[in-house]
């Protein structure tokens, strides 16, 4: 079972920028879609972004055009570039296999806060 690490977070302005990583325990190369995810205070978890094993990706409508998946198989680490970040985004992220996500079974890290606030 691959464990997953998120780290990156942090306090920043709206406007601002901040860039995730997600740091597997072993290979993230049979996993066939990564996601990150978030949890805001009083919210269910939610999808952010994907990325396929080929580096195609999805974004969930709020954050298109303002975030980037990415994927490096040879690192075994997924990262997530937020720009243009907006009070609305502060939550926990975390990051994890998308099938994880659908079927609710796996484990997952103790995530990292993101705030954003003036």
């Known amino acids: 079972q691959v464990q997953f690490v998120e780290s990156g977070g942090g306090l920043v302005q709206p406007g601002g920028s901040l860039r995730l990583s997600c740091a597997a325990s072993?290979?993230?190369?049979?996993?066939?879609?990564m996601g990150w995810f978030r949890q805001a205070p009083g919210k269910q978890r939610e999808l952010v972004a994907l990325?396929?094993?080929?580096?195609?990706?999805n974004y969930a409508g709020s954050v298109k055009g303002r975030f980037t998946i990415s994927r490096d198989n040879a690192k075994n680490t997924v990262y997530l570039q937020m720009n243009s970040l907006k009070p609305e985004d502060t939550a926990v992220y975390y990051c994890?296999?998308?099938?994880?996500?659908?079927?609710?079974?796996?484990?997952w890290g103790q995530g990292t806060q993101v705030t954003v606030s003036s």
């Open positions: 994890n296999d998308r099938d994880n996500w659908l079927s609710g079974s796996g484990s």
């Open positions: 072993g290979s993230i190369s049979s996993i066939y879609v």
């Open positions: 990325v396929t094993s080929s580096s195609g990706t």
